[in-house]
């Protein structure tokens, strides 16, 4: 029977049926998990025209572990030596055992195997996706694609894409409306800088290979996988996000997978098996689900840069915001004496800074603290070279009084934690040094500020950045940029423990202290072969010097910190 007259003849049951079956659909399971049926992918390196070779080691897979919906290949999918084994499949005496989509030429020797540009059947199964553009299957995933080598040349070769076919593609998948990302980007070459803040890409140097083109157009379409090729090297990148934490609301993160030539005599992987949902029908809390491993975005940089070429800085820019935190809603305001804080924060005296319990190291009115290494003394701050410092130089801030951490401290004290704090950037730069500063208020009872000089020629503030950041993640802790002129306080309520870093720039990572955290840490960074290279400085009770050494170590950082010491003009 015809199904047409099947229903007609059953008529209104059939129909009452389908909508009760709907109606329980609904009110089970979410409508995304209703449809979440994963498609099983693969995605390949460099074919270099080996297609029995890859072809054969597709249909082994199949055969065991069943059939998957599409291959896409990224890199070179034909090499020098292709003509014999493609012309089987060109003329349909063999056939793809999947379907199959491959990227264009990255040389003017194979731009021939594609004869249209906007994308073609090359062979049966076998599609060449097109110059750029956006490939969306029925399925509903979608796949972004941009195919050749970066050219700075207008208008590129055939073989490659400029910085226009970039800023097209993106324009026109970043004007959809809720444009939220791409499930996969396919490009040949890596994209720049891919290997910032993550595990090591082995041989390959990801601050020199690969194209900045590309890393701008993942950072933008912001892909849930992105696959590169052309470097004969494997490469799984921990997977990093793609939000401020903090400063956005949480978004999927991306994973870079970058694969090897196929039939590799070293056993490379060049074949990659996953399943993905789109993300269209995933339910959106299980897309944002931020995985235990996520980093912080390689491209963060790179994204910085382009907002900042879009809003031009203000000029105006008050120079004191640019300290440690915001103190906007304290500066120039003197406390009332009665010692009242208006604000949610804890009552703090005026007068009398807190006094300690116990004896204390760094109180200035304590028996304990070590005078011979005072080397500036103010109305409420003072500082003092670290005992066993990372280097000669190394000084502290601290508040002369019983303050336990930043947080804790009245305005009065802020204020000239500041003036300190711009005094001492003055004098390192002086020196052709910047500073690190860094606070630790963890099984810690009086502020000690850690101010590091390290020389200008060492390394950029990005590199001393990058550093905290990456050795932060090899040990599971989350180190977080947080924004330039935000209140810690805002971050941090008094009493929590945490870890602060502040760059001479005035950018800051902050990390929340659950559970234990490394004594050491901000000194371990600094003392690493990435950054001053003194790993036997790295625990300070290695380092303790005879008390005539140490006095004579300050009574010269005393003489030329002299011209900059506001505390000496008052
Ligand atoms: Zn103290």
């Not at 409306?177 to 891919?194: A, E, H, Y």
């Not at 802020?414 to 950037?425: G, N, R």
């Not at 840490?521 to 036997?536: D, K």
Request: proline letters at 6%.
């Amino acid at each position: 029977m015809h199904p047409e007259a099947a229903a007609e003849r059953f008529g209104r049951r059939t129909r009452k049926r389908g909508e009760v079956r709907v109606r329980r659909r609904l009110s089970g399971l979410s409508t995304f998990a209703m449809s979440a049926v994963p498609l099983r992918v693969l995605a390949c390196g460099d074919v270099e025209g080996r297609l029995e070779a890859l072809f054969g080691r597709v249909r082994a897979i199949q055969g065991k572990s069943g059939r998957f919906d599409m291959l896409l290949c990224v890199g070179n999918f034909f090499g020098s030596t292709s003509e014999t084994e493609w012309a089987e499949y060109r003329t349909g005496a063999k056939k793809a055992p999947i379907p199959t989509y491959v990227l264009g030429a990255n040389n003017q020797e194979t731009v021939h195997y594609f004869p249209d540009v906007s994308g073609c059947e090359l062979a049966e199964n076998i599609t060449y996706l097109g110059r750029r553009g956006l490939y969306s299957g029925t399925s509903g995933l979608q796949i972004a694609y941009l195919s050749g080598t970066e050219s700075q040349d207008e208008p590129a070769p055939a073989y490659s894409f400029s910085a226009k076919d970039v800023t097209e593609l993106k324009t026109s998948l970043l004007s959809t409306p809720n444009f939220k990302g791409v499930d996969i980007l396919l490009t040949s070459p890596w994209p720049r800088d891919v290997g910032t803040f993550a595990n090591s890409a082995g041989e390959i140097d990801t601050k020199k290979c690969g194209s900045k083109l590309v890393s701008d157009l993942a950072a933008s379409l912001k892909p849930r996988y992105h696959f590169a090729a052309l470097e004969k090297a494997y490469y799984e990148r921990l997977p990093y996000r793609n939000h401020t934490v903090l400063q956005e609301t949480p978004q999927h993160v991306s994973r870079f997978i970058a694969l090897a030539d196929v039939g590799n005599t070293s056993k490379k992987k060049y074949l990659y098996a996953f399943s993905i949902v789109p993300m269209s029908l995933m339910d959106p809390a299980e897309l944002v689900k931020q995985p235990q491993d996520v980093t912080e975005n390689p491209y963060q940089k790179l994204r910085k840069e382009a907002q900042k070429t879009k809003a031009p800085v203000c000029a105006e820019e008050e120079p004191a915001c640019q300290f440690f935190f915001d103190l906007s809603k304290h500066q120039g305001k003197k406390r009332p004496s009665s010692g009242k804080e208006s604000g949610n924060s804890q009552p703090k005296q005026a007068k009398k800074p807190p006094q300690p319990t116990g004896p204390c190291w760094f109180c200035l009115a304590s028996p304990e603290v070590e005078k011979h290494l005072v080397v500036s003394i103010g109305t409420h701050c003072y500082l003092a070279l670290a005992k066993g410092g990372l280097l000669p130089d190394h000084v502290l801030i601290l508040p002369i009084g019983h303050y336990q951490s930043v947080v804790d401290l009245s305005s009065e004290v802020v204020e000239e934690v500041t003036k300190y704090k711009s005094a001492l950037k003055e004098f390192f730069r002086s020196k052709g040094k910047r500073y690190v500063l860094f606070e630790r208020n963890y099984r810690s009872q009086h502020l000690q500020l850690q101010v590091i000089p390290v020389p200008l020629d060492h390394c950029t503030t990005e590199d001393i950045k990058e550093s905290f950041i990456s050795q932060a993640q090899e040990q599971q802790i989350e180190l977080l940029e947080i924004p330039e002129h935000s209140d810690i306080t805002q971050v941090a309520q008094p009493g929590t423990p945490y870890f602060y870093v502040e760059l001479d720039t005035g950018e800051k990572l902050f990390h929340r202290i659950r559970g234990r955290f490394p004594l050491h840490f901000g000194r371990e960074v600094l003392a690493s072969e990435a950054l001053l290279a003194l790993p036997q400085r790295a625990d300070w009770r290695r380092c303790e010097a005879e008390r005539a050494e140490e006095a004579a170590q300050a009574r010269a950082f005393r003489r030329d910190f002299q011209p900059f010491d506001f505390a000496l003009r008052a």
